[in-house]
């Protein structure tokens, strides 16, 4: 992905490239074919900034971390825009999440899955559970995600009849008093059983 810039000096992250990378649209951009494109296919989408001499600024690592870097938080010259980039970028995180849950399942088979900070919802809850009794896996590491009550009761039903997962993190979510209960009785009498919240 190519952004043309005026500017003599890009900044270290591309998110704070003047007139891009605070603005709605480009982040929707930015969010589809860096973020969530190349981490579903697998492998990192290159970036490059070209500076007002013609040269190339390569940005070696590119991720979306954090709601506040979000499409639907960028600046828009249309206010009009603001329902479009959400429902886009809800959209968008509704597929990206369940076939993340499935390729890195598939890949733990039989051990840790780490799904931390990937936007991971309660809309993923069906893929998630399916994917973690279908490929075993024994620990799951779910923190900095937008999981809520809906969700954590969700992973509970799943916790009652799977009998592979030993070590559950769930920190940094948005789960209340009610989906944390849930959990804690899913898993109440479960020798050696981890929770993290």
């Given at each position: 992905m190519l952004v043309p810039t005026e500017e003599v000096v890009l900044p270290h992250l591309p998110e704070r490239i003047?007139?891009?990378?605070?603005?709605?649209?480009?982040?929707?951009?930015y969010f589809i074919f860096i973020s969530l494109a190349a981490e579903m296919r697998g492998s990192e989408a290159q970036l490059y900034g070209i500076k007002r001499d013609g040269s190339l600024k390569q940005y070696p690592q590119v991720s979306v971390s954090g709601e506040d870097q979000m499409p639907s938080q960028g600046a828009l010259s249309n206010p009009n825009d603001k329902a479009l980039v959400q429902d886009l970028e809800?959209?968008?995180?509704e597929a990206?999440?369940?076939v993340i849950v499935e390729i890195m399942c598939k890949a733990g088979a039989g051990g840790e899955v780490e799904l931390y900070s990937k936007m991971i919802r309660d809309c993923h809850m069906e893929a998630?559970?399916?994917a973690v009794n279908k490929y075993e896996v024994k620990g799951l590491f779910l923190a900095r995600n937008q999981l809520g009550d809906a969700g954590a009761e969700a992973i509970a039903a799943m916790l009652r009849t799977n009998p592979f997962l030993t070590f559950l993190s769930l920190g940094g979510n948005k789960i209340g008093g009610a989906g944390k209960k849930?959990?804690?009785?899913a898993v109440e009498g479960r020798e050696g059983f981890r929770l993290v919240f």
């Open positions: 003047p007139g891009y990378g605070s603005r709605g649209w480009c982040r929707v951009e809800d959209t968008m995180i990206y999440g369940k998630l559970c399916q849930a959990v804690r009785e």
